[in-house]
């Protein structure tokens, strides 16, 4: 299956998903730049992590106003698979794809480990990989990844089974509500998350927790 990974200036995680997709897939995903307004016939498009234009606004407010992101909302619309991870989460959420937003951390200090993942829902095109419940390692490594939205907002996000990931054992590194990782949106195509699972997905890394993201999101639905 075909990928494209959407580049923004002052991305750092860009090359780490880019290694991730080839790795999996088997195939090199499409290098995107932000001022593009085509993406071609792909299956999955990832914007990945980093500080698109240095957060010097909000956390991805300008990279959200890119050409490429009215593309990004017709295929979305269309059915493709969509993943933001870190910055990309933030950059969903700013252009309207995902609800909510992400805030500073509650210690206001940026956080760099390893945390626990539970997977809150396995019946999605980016879980289906993993069972309910699962445990999974993954790092993380943001300065605003406190996600929060309208109590309105969190009770159709739990009701309809749209969290996807929650932080496990008392490992919220951010204060987000309900523990929420990572959510989904209505068409459930779209999913943003705070980790990094392109950063454990071979022996290399210490482990593959993540691998059964892409391989859930490269793969159809069982």
Same mark, same amino acid.
């Given at each position: 299956?075909?990928?494209?990974?959407?580049?923004?200036? $002052? #991305?750092?995680?860009?090359?780490? +998903?880019?290694? @991730?997709?080839? &790795?999996?897939?088997?195939? !090199?995903?499409?290098?995107?730049?932000?001022?593009?307004?085509?993406?071609?016939?792909?299956?999955?498009?990832?914007?990945?992590?980093?500080?698109?234009?240095?957060?010097?606004?909000?956390?991805?407010?300008?990279?959200?106003?890119?050409?490429?992101?009215?593309?990004?909302?017709?295929?979305?619309?269309?059915?493709?698979?969509?993943?933001?991870?870190?910055?990309?989460?933030?950059?969903?959420?700013?252009? $309207? #794809?995902?609800?909510?937003?992400? +805030?500073?951390? @509650?210690?206001? &200090?940026?956080?760099?480990? !390893?945390?626990?993942?539970?997977?809150?829902?396995?019946?999605?095109?980016?879980?289906?990989?993993?069972?309910?419940?699962?445990?999974?390692?993954?790092?993380?490594?943001?300065?605003?990844?406190?996600?929060?939205?309208?109590?309105?907002?969190?009770?159709?996000?739990?009701?309809?089974?749209?969290?996807?990931?929650?932080?496990?054992?008392?490992?919220?590194?951010?204060?987000?509500?309900?523990?929420?990782? $990572?959510?989904?949106?209505?068409?459930?195509?779209?999913?943003?998350?705070?980790?990094?699972?392109?950063?454990?997905?071979?022996?290399?890394?210490?482990?593959?927790?993540?691998?059964?993201?892409?391989?859930?999101?490269?793969?159809?639905?069982?």
């Amino acid at each position: 299956m075909k990928s494209a990974v959407i580049l923004f200036p $002052g #991305l750092n995680r860009d090359r780490d +998903m880019i290694a @991730a997709l080839g &790795k999996i897939s088997g195939e !090199e995903p499409a290098k995107i730049w932000h001022t593009d307004t085509e993406i071609g016939d792909v299956d999955l498009i990832v914007v990945p992590g980093g500080f698109s234009y240095g957060d010097y606004l909000r956390a991805g407010a300008i990279a959200a106003r890119s050409p490429i992101m009215d593309t990004i909302r017709k295929k979305a619309e269309a059915g493709v698979k969509v993943i933001g991870v870190c910055n990309g989460f933030q950059i969903l959420c700013e252009a $309207g #794809l995902l609800p909510g937003a992400l +805030m500073r951390n @509650a210690s206001l &200090k940026f956080v760099c480990r !390893e945390v626990k993942l539970e997977v809150a829902n396995a019946d999605t095109a980016f879980t289906h990989h993993y069972a309910k419940g699962d445990i999974l390692r993954c790092p993380v490594a943001h300065h605003d990844g406190n996600y929060f939205a309208e109590q309105s907002v969190i009770d159709e996000l739990e009701n309809n089974n749209r969290v996807a990931f929650r932080y496990a054992e008392g490992t919220n590194p951010n204060g987000s509500i309900n523990d929420i990782a $990572g959510i989904l949106n209505e068409q459930g195509n779209v999913l943003g998350m705070m980790p990094h699972p392109e950063n454990l997905i071979e022996a290399f890394h210490g482990g593959a927790d993540g691998r059964g993201l892409f391989e859930s999101a490269l793969t159809k639905v069982a």
